[in-house]
């Protein structure tokens, strides 16, 4: 009975505190720690992002369009948090962006989120689904959450992106001890180990970013990619194993049967390309690691731009996002940017900045009014205004749960709230549809989605009437009731509402108290979410 007794009192001690802990949440430390605009943007910096500018001027200028107005500085914010944590501003880190000075902001901004570990995790993620895929793999032998763990761990101290795919391709040892070896492991399939074949075609499009498996059966229709190409990339992976002690090489060869004799060929291992950057030391994988890193490769800094610009803008450079053209001219601003990418030693997070930077990054994604659905379209392709890309399902999660609170949520965040989010967020993507490894194509809302927003139980939860939720919160906090509207449009939208939207919302509450308030206020955070700019990154 004793034990009963304690347990109940522990309990209720614990709803106490978490009851205090949401209606007066103790002050949080400064969102950046260390901050110096001078470090952000190198001597460099500025005539690599005026090059990419150029190129993109010259472009439209050969198009005539006239590129969108800039946008606002918060928005621009908005996107950063949305494209490389998977959420929005939260009020508090608001009001801090508000204080700094306008020049810094965006440099400030990015400082930190680079510093947050929401940066690191969400981004290893994204990654992680061109690496591994988004399956669950086999069983015991593949461990993916240890692997965008081990990922996340590397962007969080920024190392360079080479050595982290050289130890993707060739690194040895357990599963769980050596986490990169997950990006093998997960082509195990019953007892065969890994599969060459599967690898080829992972480190194809994933690194190199060409669809050489098409030319897996036959050479390839459109491309020069041959099949003796693709098999001798396959051939790399010929001598790895999985044993007791995890993946190793040993001896073996890859080879293929021949469809005309029905016998097996012995494959040699050769790369499609450049082969005099082939290393002469070291075992196959290690070559083949070298070979796709090497600063003169120049389909490994392509790609990985492309790639970071459309985690940004939600599309690429040049689509699809893993395949290349071999031959013909790529945009300009993908060779300034791969060029600076190599020269820097693969430095993820100046890339990310130099892309931040750009004209294209700060136009506004509004519809211009005199321009047809069809010349509409041209200027997103174009990058002469911002284009509008659907939130995938995390970010509407991240954006939802956020705009929920008042304080930021982060791994400083209370354990039973980020347990309570991370439960929510995968029935919630479940439900909503995962897009897989195809993340960059274009799909319109269906309606179960919309249904989801609608009436789902993660959004009824986080807009209903609570103590704990920033609806109430604001409601009884705000000064008044213009102040209450405007808090509530920064909290779920990042953006203050324009003279109409304040006016009508203001009426709808004044002269409320008590349980109407907040049902008012239910209502106005209700149709916040559901709203179309709620869904959309713009």
Request: hydrophobic share 40%; net charge negative; proline share 6%.
């Amino acid at each position: 009975m004793w034990l009963r007794n304690v347990v109940f009192l522990g309990l209720l001690l614990a709803g106490v505190g978490s009851l205090a802990a949401a209606l007066f949440p103790t002050p949080t430390p400064p969102r950046v720690l260390h901050f110096n605009s001078a470090e952000q943007q190198p001597a460099d910096f500025r005539s690599v992002v005026e090059r990419v500018d150029a190129s993109f001027q010259k472009q439209w200028e050969e198009l005539k369009l006239q590129p969108a107005e800039r946008t606002d500085d918060l928005h621009v914010a908005q996107r950063l948090s949305l494209a490389l944590m998977g959420t929005i501003p939260s009020v508090q880190e608001i009001r801090e962006f508000e204080k700094r000075p306008a020049e810094e902001r965006i440099e400030w901004w990015l400082a930190g989120i680079f510093q947050d570990r929401r940066y690191a995790d969400y981004v290893a993620e994204r990654l992680a689904r061109a690496f591994v895929g988004t399956e669950d793999g086999p069983f015991i032998v593949y461990r993916r959450r240890r692997f965008v763990s081990w990922l996340g761990d590397q962007l969080a101290v920024n190392r360079g992106y080479d050595a982290i795919v050289r130890e993707l391709i060739a690194d040895d040892g357990l599963w769980t001890d050596q986490p990169a070896t997950n990006f093998i492991t997960v082509t195990i399939q019953n007892d065969r180990g890994p599969d060459p074949e599967r690898l080829a075609g992972r480190v194809a499009r994933a690194f190199l970013g060409i669809r050489i498996d098409c030319a897996q059966c036959h050479n390839h229709p459109f491309e020069k990619w041959k099949q003796s190409d693709f098999q001798g990339l396959a051939a790399y992976f010929g001598q790895v194993k999985n044993s007791f002690s995890g993946i190793k090489d040993a001896a073996g060869e890859f080879s293929v049967e021949n469809r005309k004799t029905g016998e097996h060929e012995t494959i040699s291992p050769h790369v499609p390309f450049l082969p005099d950057l082939l290393p002469a030391q070291g075992g196959r994988r290690q070559q083949l690691a070298a070979w796709v890193t090497d600063k003169r490769n120049p389909y490994f800094a392509r790609v990985t731009v492309n790639r970071t610009w459309a985690l940004l803008f939600g599309r690429p450079l040049v689509d699809p996002v893993d395949n290349l053209p071999a031959s013909g001219d790529l945009p300009a601003a993908l060779e300034v940017l791969a060029a600076d990418f190599a020269e820097h030693d693969f430095d993820l997070q100046r890339l990310i900045r130099l892309i931040a930077a750009t004209a294209p990054f700060h136009l506004d994604s509004r519809k211009i009014p005199e321009l047809t659905q069809e010349e509409s379209e041209v200027y997103e392709r174009e990058f002469a205004q911002f284009p509008l890309t659907r939130l995938r399902p995390e970010q509407v999660v991240g954006k939802l749960l956020q705009a929920s609170s008042l304080e930021t949520v982060n791994r400083e965040t209370h354990i039973l709230t980020r347990m309570f989010a991370y439960l929510r967020d995968r029935e919630f993507v479940q439900r909503y549809g995962d897009p897989g490894e195809d993340e960059f194509t274009p799909r319109c809302a269906t309606i179960p989605q919309l249904l989801l927003t609608m009436n789902g139980t993660l959004v009824h939860e986080r807009t209903r009437e609570s103590l704990f939720g920033a609806a109430t919160r604001i409601g009884m906090m705000a000064p008044d009731d213009g102040s209450a509207v405007e808090i509530a449009y920064l909290a779920a939208l990042t953006r203050p509402p324009t003279p109409f939207e304040a006016s009508y919302f203001t009426d709808r509450l004044a002269g409320t108290r008590g349980p109407e308030r907040a049902r008012r206020m239910e209502d106005l955070y209700w149709t916040l979410v559901n709203s179309t700019e709620f869904s959309w990154n713009h």
